[in-house]
């Protein structure tokens, strides 16, 4: 596996554009990718009862099981709360990316993310809709300005492409994603979009982004809450050549390798860009007894409130960690838990057989002090592991989100 | 129903006393309170997997159904994670409990709350029992020193005694509490005590306390996190002289109804002194479809990072709101719910029928910058409803909880 430039268009037949399209005041906030060929999809959306009006249009055409050719996102409103008038405003959308790119409407996948509760100013989106059509291009900048239309208050662009080889073919991935970002009023919002030119089995698709999402962007979380908008939607269309991919394939875990390095990539980076983040955790649950506990554990530690703020006080506090595990619904014997913790700068024990540890207070600051940390708990219970990845509670999380409005 | 003073003294044949023995430079640190009877014991602990010694004594005591006649608190020290020694520890706080007012150490209940992971200093615990036996009394003084013994960094005390009248005699309920507080390294921890002089079934007493529970404690929440420590423990000592209380006499629900408004009141003073809070806030769901549902919802608003930093940014900001709902687990349609915000400032509506109301943004900032917040949201799916008690998300709940412990 090597790694490429482009990120969605690094794979064959694939073009994208970013443009700012007065949606947002001088930032792009309308993004569009597009196929040369009709693409396998497959997607994951928000268990959110309150939906978006595009992820209710997308659910749709998603349970309907056709190839689609294009994904049309703006950002600066999410259109979600918004009735039988966003509804509308979301299948305008795909009708006008159609007209623009001589398809049909069902053949694209609309996304907004940005604030809630308010109408889509819809001439401002369809000359944008126009104007982002005509941008597309194969090049790395596109792919670069389509990362960027689709944040909102991120700090950066989240973008990944890989190569690989499949029956003697060149094989890409490349895929863009948006974090946490805060917008009056509203919450945290993750997209991601994903290419390949993999020429693979449409039911093994569906369920390899649905294995792959459980272990990386299921396992992140900023501040637990699941928004209306959240979506990660794979078009692939089988352009590199190889043979179709099925689970007996030969390359079959080189493919799938690849995919997860990428969502992997991307889930985390989208922690890494959490609001107010100063520090990047991962918590590693090792031997539970099933993979199910090994990842409700590793949640309900990285989710936990005063988890989070210990660490933006680099305060070596095991009790909060295994307090957390212990609140996860998982019954586990603590008495034979060993936890401890580790960065850059070493690993120490903190708890073991049922009782605190003597530690070293300056080399566990020293260990905290760094911006990536992770926690081993050891449950000793079986053979099963489980990564989650998180971030700490800073002042400026609580700035950020708690702003008036206006 | 009528206020009385004095809390768990106020109730006949209650003694109690609080006092500073050196666990904590300067401030109480040991209480006790003590029937002149045995006592019917009702009880809810702790669901955490990790469990503090005295959590463990007291479950089972309480497994063995037997009476009880004193409960010793200490704080300053939780006695969890502290293994084998930790047990040994505990009991040896029954044992001198009991051996100063000449009880058996199987009549006495243990509950220790502060620092976690650290073995109790037994020679100052010893001598602090001892001391405060001689304390003893049934004055409002002494009543009033047992709920500042318990406290952690508590900023008042919590206390509530009320009378009520059940076959022409006099019935007084009364309780203390300790809330959120936190002391390096540890998590929140909520211990009540309730004494009763009520006559009542025993079978009757814990069923009554584990629905009353369900409802108070259990509604409240300062940040999710649930303690190894957390237990509400009741004594009825039967010596009002009632006729024995069971659910068919009929004066059953004048006491269910006297015990709620203590646990209740006792549960929201927890909230109100929560770690940083600024804010009081009460979520109200209406018309769910079942009362389970109701509960979950409100607890799922009530628990959100995002709410509780919009309600401290005093930002009318309702999509959190209906996307904290939308991920309860609990399935509804956001189409039919409305929400509303009210204070003493007066009541805005802020969403209906699926989409966003128009409201006036002056109004919205005068109701949300008081102190005392009600949510409710109507579900419009059934008859059943439910409230949850939280506070705001602060600066000051991230630098308490932050900070280093040294």
Known sequence: MKTEKGCVVAPKGFYAAGKSTGLKRKRK???????????NVAAVFTTNEVKASSVLHNMELYNKGKKARAIIINSGNANACTGEEGLNNTYKMAEETAACLALKPEDVYVNSTGVIGVQLPMDTIISGIREVSLALDDDIVSGINCAEG????DTFIKDKAVEIIIDDKKVKIGGIAKGSGMIHPNMATMLSFITTDVNIDDAVFKDLLKEIAD???NMI???????????VIALANGMAGNELLTKEHKDYNVFKDAFTFVCKHLAT????????????MAVNVLNADTKENAKKIAKSIIGSSLVKTAFFGEDANWGRVLCAAGYSGVKFNPNIVTLS???AKGEIELYKDGIALDFDEEK?????QQVEIEIDINMNMGNEKATAWGCDLSYEYVKINGEYRS
């Open 29 to 39: 906030d309308m993004s569009l990718i597009y196929s040369e060929k009709p693409c």
């Open 150 to 153: 689709i944040l909102t208050t």
């Open 215 to 217: 272990d990386t962007y």
């Open 221 to 231: 979380s900023v501040d637990g809450d699941t928004s209306t908008n959240d979506s």
């Open 269 to 280: 980076q989208i922690v890494k860009d959490g609001e107010g983040a100063t520090k990047f």
């Open 341 to 343: 913790f580790k960065s």
């Open 364 to 368: 566990a600051l020293e260990i905290l």
